[in-house]
């Protein structure tokens, strides 16, 4: 991988980007046992911010709770590490990207005599779905591919084996020239993107697939939810079969890294005129105001960080 930064949180300390590196045996390569955060940070009124460190290093040590991960720092250690790589870089826009994982220490499965390794790195990454997907909106089909059940792979943890079936949806999506692919869960109802939450628009009303249909209980997705109540619109969770998608007046996805995409068609069907709806429209905008100020009452979401106190 070509140098996206200058410096990663190792373990504990500040490396040169080239030399944060792990030792084949690392348990997490060969069997996934890794859980990991996307965490975005922007300029913004209070200056450059993370957003919802809190929140994310809250779900990332969750998550390593449920897959009985030690963690070897404390939440506060790892959300100052974050502000410190971001600081480091002299980055004041980033996309985040802290993960644990069983390091090079046997391989049999428990993962005994593993120790728990913590990287943090922080680089620019603009939108992950592309660069006029914000404006634009994009093309989703469904995938031939379903979200495993909870009670086989505990989705509400962010864990890196989990991602072996995300990238089976959008190398398949990919493959059909769409942007992205969303997936059912086993019971047929419609779960998530690859990577993102997926809301639709009834009636003027948004719809979002609830966490028992095998999804991660995205931040941005908790985001729009609170945007949403802003406005005045109301959110159901339920829920949702494909033909409704196929019916909704507006559809968008929501995640870290790709922030809030509208969706112009799915499977090949235009959703209304195909163009990013009214509502998708006004939360992207609500969005932005998270950073420009004019939603104070969001500013509790924003971590200010000093970029090049440290190193
Ligand atoms: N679902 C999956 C499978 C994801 O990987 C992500 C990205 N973390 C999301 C949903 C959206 O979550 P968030 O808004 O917290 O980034």
Redesign the pocket.
Known sequence: MSKRADWIWHNGELVPWEQATVHVMTHGLHYGTSVFE?IRAYRSHLGPSIFRLED?IH?LFASARIYRFEMPYSVAQIEEACRQVVAANHLEEAYLRPIAYLGAGGLGLTGQGCDVEVSIAAFEWGAYLGADSHEQGIEVGFSSWVRPPSHSTPLMA?AGG??LS?RLISQEARRHGYTEGLALSTAGFVS??????IFVVENGALVTPPLAAS??E????DTVIALAADLGVAVREDQLTRERVYAADEMFL????AEIVPVGRVDGLALGDGRPGPLTRDLQQRFRGIFDGSSPQHDHWLAPIAVGSTV
């Open positions: 996307g994310h779900r962010k989990h991602y995300s998530e993107g690859a990577g993102e939450n999804v991660l995205g931040i941005t997705r929501t995640g870290t890294a």
